[in-house]
């Protein structure tokens, strides 16, 4: 074996464990960015909530949408904004419900349409499971599929 095919046989030895690491390494490195964005979901719309209940202790009523309360710029983690309403305006029909059809919120719907941006009104639709919901007026935040 001349010295030329050694070093092609060192250089694809490298190459082959590169590979094997990175086969391992990227779709690790991919779960962990979409359980930090779901988590910064969560913690967005925690926040968001009590922005609205102070607005609301201040002596008004719940805002029409987030502007009024001053909330601007609400994007989720997947570059979408934070979807809002107040249960006082909309009718049974238009709020999000859970697997019995029961509205998840008496008092506002805040949730993100998740990391593939479709979303359905009942939590069971395949096109829900994804989105980061306030459930049970704000004990529950998180991903629809758990609740």
């Known amino acids: 074996m001349t010295q030329q095919q050694k070093n092609l046989r060192d250089w694809l030895v490298a190459l082959a464990a590169v590979l094997v690491v990175a086969s391992f390494a990227i779709p690790a490195f991919n779960g962990y960015l979409a359980r930090a964005r779901v988590a910064r979901a969560v913690s967005e719309i925690g926040t968001l909530s009590l922005r609205l209940h102070q607005w609301q202790r201040s002596g008004h009523a719940l805002p029409q949408n987030l502007a009024d309360a001053g909330i601007t710029a609400a994007v989720d983690p997947w ?8 249960a006082a305006d909309a009718s049974r029909a238009r709020l999000r419900k859970d697997g019995e059809l029961v509205p998840l919120n008496s008092d506002f719907d805040l949730y993100s349409l998740g990391p593939d941006g479709v979303s359905a009104l009942a939590l069971p639709a395949a096109s829900s499971q994804d989105d980061v919901v306030r459930a049970a007026n704000g004990a529950f935040i998180g991903v629809a599929a758990n609740y």
């Open 79 to 86: 570059g979408r904004p934070y979807v809002y309403l107040r």
